[in-house]
C-alpha cells in the first residue's frame, strides 16, 4: 500500500489517500526528525536532543522506545519499518515519499534544467508542495531551528523562480506575490529588485521608483547603510530608460487545455497545388540577417479557386510546427447579410485561448489588446478564411512574431502587403492537367476512357475546385451517362443563364451550379434555395424541416440527395453546412424564384422552431428555484406571451407546441442533459437568428428569443453572446417603440454588465430601465430596477445610496401589498446594516422576512435570511438550522441544474460551518463555490468568496494560503471597482503577513473608513 508523507506543513502521513493517526505531539516529533533523514540512520542521543533539547526527562529513552513502537504499528500496514541500525534508528521510507526531499529534488532539477520554461514549470511543482509553515503544531528547538532553515530554502527557491519568470517575460503574474513577499521581508534586497524590475517592465516607471526609494528607506533606517550594487544599478538603468530592461515576450507552458485546435477537416482527394505548397512552406524559415520575421501570408484568388482548401491543407502539413495551437474562423466577408464582425471573431479566439467570458473585453480594440496579449510568446498558427478587407482582418493580427497569419481573400488587399508585409501568394485556376487528374480522382476510370471529353469537361467548370467537384459528384451520380452527354448539357445550361459573362471564372461557376442544380427533384432545389436564407452557418435536419414545413424524416432525405450533388456537405452531430459561394448561389435563387412572403413565412417558421427550443429547453433546465436575487427579473417581470412576428414584426402568429424533441421539456437528469445539449449546440444559430431579426423586422421574434435564452446565458454561456443578444432585443424594442420590452430588455443587459463587474455601466443600464418603467407606471417592474441599482451601489461601496434604492423598493412592494417583495427590500436592507456595524437593527429587521418566507413555503429565501442571522448570532442551534435549510437547498437547486444558485448555497453553507467552527467543511465549499462563479462569469461573487477562502485558512492556520487567496481578490476587486472587497483583501493579507503587514494594514483602514465600514467579518 503505497505511502506518502509530509512535513512541509503539518506532519502528516497517508497510506492508500487516507490519513494515519501519528499521536500526540511529542511521538508527532519523532517521525519528523526520521522523516527530515529518511533512509539514514539517527541515534538515541540525536532523537532526544531534536525532540526534547536540553528539557529532557530523566527517563526520555524510555518514552522514546514507546513512541517508536507505536509509530510502528500505525506505518506497518504500508510496509513502512523503523529499523534499528548500528548508527540509530532509520526510517525504510523512500524520501521520494516525503515532500520534503520531493522539493529539494525538483529544485535541483529546476537549477540544471535546459530551458527557463522547464525550471518554471519543476520549481512551481515544488512550491506547491508546501502546505504552511514546516512541522506546524510542533515546538522544539531543534525543530525551530529546522524550520527556519526550510523556510529559507524555500524564500531561495522561490527568488530563483521569479528570476526564471522575469526572464520569460512573465512580470505581470508575479506582482500580487512579489508585492507579498517583500512585506514579508521588507530588507530583501534580491526580493526588491524583482519588485522594481517587474514594476518597470508593467509600464509603472512612478512605482518602480517609488519601490526603490522605500528599501532605500528601510536600509538606512535598520541597518544604516545603503542599497547593494546590483539594486542601484538598476535603478539607474530605469532612469536612463535602458531598452535592455525590457522582457522578451512571455514563454508560456502550453497544456491541452488551452491549445486550440480549430482547423476544419482536411480535404478529401486535394490535388495539385505543389508550387503554392512549397511557397508556403518557405513561411517557415527563419529570416534572413536583421529581418523581423514573415507574420502574414495572404493567399488571394477568385471565387471557388480553391483558398480555402489549399489553406486547410497547409495548415494541417504544418500544424506542428504550431505547438500552441490553431485559430480558425471562416469571416465570410462576402456575404451581404451576415459577415463575422470583428468583435465576434476576437470573443471566439479569446474563449478558444482560455479567456474566460466576463474577462472578454466590451470593445473591439480592447478585445484586440486582450488577443494581443494572450497570443504573446505563443507559437501559434492563425486562419483568417474569406476575408473581404483590411480592417476586417486588422484587428485579428497578433503582435508577435512567434505567430503566423494565414488569409484568404477573393482580394488582393494591397493594404495587407503596404501595411503589413504580408507575403502574397496567388492563386490561379488550377492547370489542365490538375483539374484531369481531381476529376479522376472523384469519377474514376471514365476519365481515361474519354480523355478529351474529360478536358472539356474541366474547361467547362473553369478549372475551379469546387465546380470540378460538383460536376464530378453529377457524373458519378449518373454513371450510366458518357461524359460528352453531360458536357453538351451543361453548355446547354451555359446558353441559357444570363448569368454568363466571358472572362469571369465566377459566372462560369454560377453554370456549373446551375448544371447541378437543374438536375435536383424540385423539393430538393426548393430546400437548396431555402437553405441560402438561413442566417447560422450549420443546419440540422429538424432546422430544416421548419424551413421547408416539411416532416424531419423527409427532411433527411432531401439532405441527403443535396449531399449526394455535392451542394451540402455533412459534418459532425447531424449537422449540415454549404460552401460561402453556394449559399450565396442558393439565396439568388430564392430571391429569384421564391415570392418574398414565402420567404418571410419560411423564415418565421424557422424562428418559431427555434424560439419553440429555446423555451422547452431552459424550461426544462431552469424552473424557478433559486435564492432571492439569483435573477433580476424571475418574480417581479410581467410576463409576456412569446410570439414570433410576420412581415415589419406586427403579425402575430400561433404559439408554436413542442419544439425540437432534443429539447423536449421533462424531468430528471436525461431530459436536462437533452436540454443542455441542444442549447449548447444551437447556441450560435440562436444568436445568429436573434441579430438577423433585430435588423430585417422580426422584432417580436428577437425581443422573446432573447429573453427566453437570457437565463441559459446568464447561467454560463459566452459573456459577449450574451450581451450581443440581449442588446439585440434592446434595439429591436426600440425599433416597435415598445418601452416595456426596451425595459425588460435593459434589466438583462444590466445584470450581464454587473456579473461581469461592470459595475458603471450595469448602473447607466439598470437607470435607464428604471427611468422607462417608472414613465409607464409598471411598479412591480420598477421595484425589481430599483432593487437591482442599489445591489450595484452596494458592489460600489455606496451604501447610502443602495439602502436609498433599496427603501424605495420597499415602499412600492407595500402600495402593491407584495409581502414577498417587502421582505426581499427587507433582508437586503439588512445587509447595509450589517455592513455598516449595526448587527442587532439587521437582526430585527430579518426576523419578520424569515417569518414570512416561513409562511409562504419559500424554502430557498427562508435558507438564506437563516444563514444570515446565523452569521449575526452565532448561537448553536441557529447554525444548527441554518445550514440543515441550506442543504436542503443546495440538493434542490443542484437537481434544478441552477449553477448560479448553487454557487451562492455553497457560499452560504460556508458562512455557517465557518461561524460554526468547521473550517474544513467551509473551505470546501468555498472552493465548489469558486469553480461555479469562475465558470459562469460572475465575478463581484467571485473576488468575495476569495476573501472568505482566505478568512478560513486564516483561521485554520495556514497564513500561506490565506495569502495566495486574498492576493487574487485583490487583483479581481481592483478589476471591478468594488471597493469593500479590495479592503477585505488588503485586511487579510495584513493579518496573513503578521507584523510585517503594515502598508496593507494601513490601505485596509482607509478604505473601511471611506465605506465608513468597521472592518471586515471574521469567523
Known sequence: ???????????????????????????????AVLLVEAGRPVTVDQLIDRVWGAEAPQRAAGALYSYLSRLRAALGDAGIGIERRPGGYALTADPQTVDLHRFRRLVTQARGAESDRSAAELIAQALGLWRGEPFAGLDTPWLDAMRQSLLGERLAAELHHNDVLLRLGRHGELLPSLAAAVAQHPLDERLAEQMVLALYRSGRQADADEQYRRIRRCLADELGSDPGAGLRRLHERILAADPTLIAAPAVRAASPATVPAQLPADVRAFTGRTEELAVLDKSLAPPEGDEPPLTVVLLSGTAGVGKSALAVRWAHRVRDAFPDGQLYVNLRGYDAEQPVAVGDALAGFLTALGVRGAEIPPGVEERAGRYRSELTGRTMLVLLDNASSVEQVRPLLPGTGSCLVLITSRDALPGMVALYGAERVNLDLLPLPDAVVLLRRLIGARVDREPAVAEQLAAACARLPLALRIAAELAAARADVALAELVGELGDHRVRLDLLDAGDPRAEVRAVFSWSYQNLPADAARVFRLLGLHPGESVRADDVAALADAGAGEARRLLGVLVRASLVHAGRGGRYGMHDLLRAYAAELAAAHDPAPERRAALTRLFDHYLAGAVAATTTLYPD????????????????????????????????????????????PGAAEAARSWLEAERPNLAAACTYAAAHGWHRFAISLAATMFRYLDA?????????????????????????????????????????????????????????????????????????????????????????????AGAHYRELGDDAGQADASVRLALVEARLGDA??????????????????????????????????????????????????????????????????????????????????????????????????DRASEAEALNDLGQVLRAAGDAAGARAQHEQALVLAREIGDRYEQARAHDGLAAAAGDDGATHRDRARRLFADLAVPGAPGW
Open 625 to 668: 428555484a433559486a435564492r432571492p436575487g439569483t435573477a433580476d427579473l424571475a418574480a417581479a417581470r410581467p410576463s409576456t406571451e412569446p410570439e414570433a412576428a410576420g412581415a415589419g414584426g406586427d403579425a402575430e402568429v400561433a404559439w408554436p407546441g413542442g419544439g425540437p424533441e432534443v429539447a423536449g421539456a421533462g424531468a430528471g
Open 716 to 808: 454560463g454561456g459566452p459573456a459577449a453572446e450574451a450581451v450581443a443578444v440581449t442588446a439585440s432585443a434592446v434595439s429591436a424594442a426600440l425599433a416597435l417603440g415598445d418601452r416595456e420590452a426596451r425595459a425588460r430588455a435593459l434589466s438583462d443587459l444590466g445584470r450581464l454588465h454587473r456579473r461581469q463587474g461592470r459595475l458603471e455601466e450595469a448602473a447607466a443600464t439598470y437607470r435607464q430601465a428604471l427611468a422607462l418603467y417608472a414613465d409607464l407606471g409598471e411598479r412591480a417592474a420598477e421595484a425589481v430596477a430599483l432593487r437591482n441599482l442599489g445591489t450595484v451601489h452596494w458592489r460600489l461601496g455606496d451604501y447610502r445610496q443602495a439602502a436609498e434604492h433599496y427603501q424605495r
Open 1 to 31: 500500500m503505497a505511502a506518502q508523507f509530509g512535513v512541509l506543513g503539518a506532519v502528516e502521513a497517508q497510506i492508500a489517500g487516507r490519513p494515519v493517526a501519528l499521536g500526540h505531539a511529542r511521538q508527532r516529533s519523532v517521525l
Open 840 to 937: 442587532d437593527r439587521a437582526a430585527e429587521r430579518l426576523r419578520p422576512a424569515l417569518e414570512l418566507y416561513t409562511r409562504l413555503g419559500d424554502r430557498f429565501s427562508e435558507a438564506y435570511v437563516l444563514s444570515l442571522l446565523a452569521r449575526l448570532s452565532c448561537r448553536p442551534d441557529d447554525l444548527e438550522r441554518a445550514a440543515a435549510h441550506l442543504e436542503q437547498s443546495l440538493a434542490a437547486v443542484r437537481q434544478a441544474g441552477d449553477r448560479t444558485a448553487e454557487a451562492y448555497a455553497l457560499t452560504d453553507l460556508a458562512a455557517v460551518h465557518a461561524r460554526g467552527g468547521r473550517l474544513t467543511e467551509a473551505a470546501d465549499h468555498l472552493r465548489g463555490a469558486l469553480v461555479l462563479h469562475r465558470r459562469i462569469g
